[in-house]
């Protein structure tokens, strides 16, 4: 199964040890990180954002120590500019009014066309790459995984605060990334030549100058042989984000053994995908999602064992049945939303939450 290789790309809080306050002052962090990680680190738009990238994984092990190695580098250098890194979704009470633009062309660029859209966009997000043979075979895998993405989206579910407010939402970080364009849940296409028909139909007309522009939960990447996952929250442990992509990685791995076995999975209209979307957002695991093929709601964890069940024939062959089997501590111990909120009920402090958050951001990392 070489062909299913992983990259993921996971963005950071840089915190004001003091204050618990995001400080605009990756550059420095970027500009050191260079040094030793060269392009598996990047600025954001947002000066507060910092971005880890792996290399090309082959396996899910390798994958661990790559994302943990990362950690371990931003960490070393938050250290060393006395800051300290926070993985969530959204900073429990930071405003987006005051924080500072990474100045370069292409976040000018973004900003002149979408205004206090792209100002406002303060989140911070998981993006895993799945290798695939080509695009043809890319389109006809996203078609179907469409449907899990809410199942696998609310296990990432970490981001309930927004400037200072408690949401009501397990993840609150996509309700601001909806004001973008070209974001949620893609269309069904029937080829890749259609898929490309689109693109080029929006660069002609200026919509936007590349595919890169299209921020759809998941996409074919315009310019690599991936399937590119970009709707999960930045979870708060390395295992939450290994168990993640595993799972992803091995749903494409089934889906591409059911096309190879001339077997199709249905695809459903985004609409419908769109509507446990919304619950996964609002509920994450304490939910209900709805199974189409029964016409009914279901318990989310009901659910999740049936994801489970249905890739378990794909899980050995990839060698990360343990990788994916701390879905089962995701589920008991709450996802990262789940944890936060229990802090400030606790506390009533968000200060607290940040600080629980950053201990969290650690386990794993020797």
């Not at 060393?80 to 009470?93: C, D, E, R, Y």
């Not at 893609?186 to 002609?204: G, H, M, Q, R, T």
């Not at 695809?267 to 609002?282: G, Q, S, V």
């Not at 936060?340 to 990392?365: N, P, R």
Request: aromatic share 10%; net charge negative.
């Amino acid at each position: 199964m070489a062909m299913f290789t992983l990259g993921i790309e996971e963005e950071f809080q840089t915190i004001d040890p003091v204050t618990r306050n995001l400080r605009s002052h990756m550059s420095k962090l970027v500009e050191d990180g260079k040094i030793t990680l060269k392009e598996r680190v990047k600025a954001e738009m947002h000066q507060a954002v910092v971005e880890v990238g792996t290399n090309i994984c082959h396996n899910i092990q390798e994958a661990r120590e790559e994302v943990t190695y990362l950690r371990k580098m931003i960490l070393d250098l938050a250290e060393k500019q006395n800051l300290q890194v926070a993985a969530a979704g959204t900073h429990p009470f930071a405003d987006w009014v005051e924080q500072l633009i990474t100045p370069d062309p292409r976040y000018d660029e973004i900003i002149d066309e979408m205004r206090d859209v792209a100002r406002g966009n303060l989140i911070f997000g998981l993006h895993v790459h799945v290798g695939i043979e080509n695009r043809n075979e890319g389109i006809e895998i996203m078609n179907a995984v469409r449907y899990f993405l809410p199942h696998i989206y609310a296990l990432s579910t970490n981001s309930p605060f927004w400037c200072g407010r408690n949401t009501g939402f397990k993840s609150y970080r996509s309700k601001v990334f909806d004001k973008f364009p070209r974001t949620g849940i893609p269309d069904y296409f029937s080829s890749a030549a259609e898929y490309d028909e689109y693109v080029n139909l929006l660069i002609k007309t200026k919509c936007i100058d590349n595919g890169k522009k299209i921020w759809w939960d998941i996409r074919v990447h315009p310019f690599f042989n991936t399937i590119e996952f970009r709707m999960c929250d930045v979870p708060m442990r390395t295992d939450e984000t290994i168990c993640l992509a595993a799972i992803m990685q091995a749903l494409v791995a089934k889906i591409h053994k059911l096309h190879r076995m001339n077997l199709s999975f249905r695809p459903y209209h985004r609409m419908l995908i769109n509507e446990n979307k919304w619950r996964a957002a609002r509920y994450g695991i304490n939910g209900k999602l709805i199974d189409f093929g029964k016409q009914e709601e279901v318990e989310y964890r009901i659910l999740a064992g049936e994801l489970l069940e249905f890739i378990d024939d794909v899980v050995d062959e990839l060698g990360s049945r343990k990788e994916i089997e701390y879905i089962h501590q995701i589920m008991d111990m709450g996802t990262g939303a789940d944890r936060q909120l229990a802090v400030f009920e606790q506390t009533g402090d968000m200060k607290a939450v940040v600080d629980y958050i950053v201990s969290e951001t650690k386990i794993g990392i020797s």
